[in-house]
């Protein structure tokens, strides 16, 4: 075989180049991955408040005329309003946690004494005790509870470092805005129909997730607070935040924290106490979201809870917290594309036929 025929062939020169092009890309773009994942928690938080912020910011951009100027305000803002706040209540509430957890460990808490009151609920944790060895295991979980909060709260370097690149690249978000869209719109292989449309989901997605859902939680937050306080819980700020935090989870939501504390309650012997804290939990904590969060988010956001909570929980499994934005982000970017694929495929049109996304006759975009 001639080296004409070669070059003709499947494995031509100009082939077997391109090839390698592609493999030197795949390989760059990965080691870029590499590089940038560890940091991924503060370009998320970093895209979050861009766009949460969006308004505001144009608001303020409308007044101070520089770019560099409005863009330098607006993150001394961002962090005096609403960073500043957040971690000072976060390590408030690291704090609390800590020292009730001490408190039991040091005090040795005992099972038999808090249920010795209540023969029938002493009896079956006494069967369950002489099987499981319910007090070791109780004591094992409070200190290993304890120390995992003691180094989360020495850590605070790295937070404060990730917080400080946050700040750093949404600065340059705030102002290059416009530089940035431009580059991502050119790096989408979709007409300006299509990029919308992605653009949209993802905008309206991380909205929806830090608007409506952070100020549910503000809300749900400072009503829990509010009864754990006249209920003269310990720690109410702790139990108050807390909640506020089990409710971006899915499905269960603030249950996770007011049921347990309903139990303990119980448990103690404060069946009064615990009888208003359910009440209150269900008709005020829990049902506020069903109030607020339609008027917030509207229907900006509607995906079905089994995908969202898989998303979610592999999402923080992967980046940690920040996984409550990213997994909507990315679930809500999937179903875009993928919706895209059908409005392309539907009527026996090929796929490299763009078409206008969402028309009921897919027709090929102009």
């Known amino acids: 075989m001639s080296a004409r025929d070669l070059d003709s062939g499947w494995f031509s020169r100009e082939r077997v180049l391109t090839l390698l092009l592609c493999l030197a890309t795949l390989l760059s773009l990965y080691l870029c991955y590499r590089l940038v994942l560890p940091f991924i928690p503060a370009l998320a938080i970093a895209v979050a408040l861009a766009v949460a912020t969006d308004r505001p910011y144009r608001s303020l951009r409308s007044r101070v005329k520089r770019d560099t100027a409005a863009a330098a ?21 690291l704090k609390q946690g800590i020292h009730a957890l001490n408190r039991l460990s040091d005090e040795g808490f005992d099972w038999r ?3 010795g009151h209540q023969p029938y609920m002493a009896s079956l944790l006494t069967w369950l005790e002489s099987r499981l060895d319910l007090q070791g295991q109780i004591l094992r979980a409070v200190g290993v509870v304890a120390s995992w909060a003691g180094n989360l709260l020495s850590q605070s370097v790295t937070v404060v470092m990730q917080l400080a690149l946050a700040l750093f690249v949404l600065f340059f978000l705030y102002r290059d805005r416009e530089k940035a869209l431009q580059m991502l719109r050119y790096l989408l292989p979709l007409n300006n129909a299509e990029q919308n449309l992605v653009l949209a989901r993802a905008g309206n997605t991380i909205r929806a997730t830090v608007n409506g859902a952070l100020t549910v939680a503000l809300v749900q937050a400072t009503l829990a607070g509010l009864i754990y306080t006249v209920l003269s819980v310990r720690a109410p700020l702790l139990w108050g935040a807390a909640t506020g935090i089990a409710s971006f989870v ?3 939501g603030t249950s996770l924290v007011w049921v347990p504390a309903s139990i303990y309650l119980f448990i103690s012997g404060s069946w009064v106490k615990a009888v208003i804290l359910i009440v209150w939990s269900i008709f005020a904590v829990a049902s506020i979201d069903n109030l607020l969060y339609p008027t917030l988010v509207g229907e900006k956001l509607r995906i079905h809870t089994v995908p969202t909570v898989f998303a979610i929980l592999g999402a923080i499994v992967l980046t940690g917290p920040v996984g409550v934005i990213l997994g909507p982000l990315v679930l809500a970017i999937t179903i875009a594309l993928l919706d895209i ?5 539907a009527g026996g049109h090929t796929a490299e036929e763009a078409v ?3 028309a009921s006759t897919p027709r090929p975009a102009a």
């Open 250 to 252: 899915p499905v269960f």
């Open 341 to 345: 694929w059908k409005w392309r495929t």
């Open 356 to 358: 206008t996304p969402g």
């Open 113 to 115: 004494q808090a249920v």
């Open 73 to 93: 305000l607006a993150v001394v803002l961002v962090t005096l309003l609403i960073l500043v706040p957040l971690a000072l209540l976060g390590h408030q509430m």
